[in-house]
């Protein structure tokens, strides 16, 4: 990559998200990034070959912008739609401004779904964690892959809140038509400044993966077993 993510120095299951995908779905399959960001997930994926809809509502972050960085320092970030142009990859990537929970992405439901973090943020503690999770379970087709990356309680004001939660708390989401594959979780960690939070702080994080089971006539590009 040429270009770099404001967040790529921040801890990430994303490596177990990729591997999944490389032992369940076909190399061009679409996968659904929810809170896309400047394109930590996106554009990785889109050079491994996956077709990706990037779906996004902060203006900054798709079209960059200055941001305060850690030390007192400014500087202007650059945009997911710059990043994609300037690493060529626009073509393989769908960007959709807006809330998912509000519209439904065009393209969906398609192979996987991932997300990294993002209910936890109180923009979305309006609504509650299970619509966020079962929003995005729709935007997962038959024998496709869910996967999420998330903030565990640390502290006592995060027990108050359910959008902190852990892959037991979890798992009651994905009953019926869906198997678990993989949950992983860390201890606490510290995790150094960076953009949006501006002092070293402490960190708790949670995986997890499912499959949706596939349909009779499933044509998602699942691969064969």
Excluded at 17 to 33: C, K, N, P, Q, S
Excluded at 91 to 105: A, I, M, S, W
Excluded at 123 to 144: I, K, S, T, Y
Aim: aromatic fraction near 8%; proline fraction near 6%.
């Amino acid at each position: 990559m040429r270009t770099q993510s404001l967040w790529e120095h921040t801890l990430t299951f994303f490596p177990q998200f990729l591997a999944a995908l490389r032992e369940h779905i076909t190399a061009d399959a679409t996968v659904a990034v929810v809170g896309a960001s400047d394109g930590k997930f996106v554009l990785p994926l889109a050079a491994a070959g996956y077709r990706v809809i990037a779906i996004e509502r902060d203006p900054l972050a798709l079209h960059g912008g200055e941001v305060r960085l850690p030390g007192e320092e400014h500087t202007h970030a650059m945009g997911l739609t710059d990043r994609l142009e300037l690493e060529e990859l626009h073509e393989r990537v769908q960007v959709v401004e807006g809330d998912f929970l509000q519209n439904e992405p065009p393209g969906t439901p398609c192979d996987a779904v991932w997300t990294s973090c993002s209910w936890h943020y109180s923009a979305n503690h309006h609504r509650p964690l299970a619509e966020f999770v079962h929003h995005m379970q729709r935007l997962v087709g038959p024998g496709g892959l869910f996967g999420a990356e998330f903030m565990m309680p640390v502290e006592h004001r995060h027990h108050l809140v359910e959008h902190y939660t852990s892959p037991e708390r979890l798992r009651r989401h994905f009953i019926g038509d869906w198997n678990v594959l993989l949950t992983l979780r860390t201890n606490e960690f510290t995790e150094r400044a960076h953009v949006g939070r501006l002092q070293d702080h402490t960190h708790r994080m949670g995986l997890i993966l499912a499959a949706r089971t596939p349909g009779p006539s499933h044509r998602y590009g699942k691969k064969d077993s």
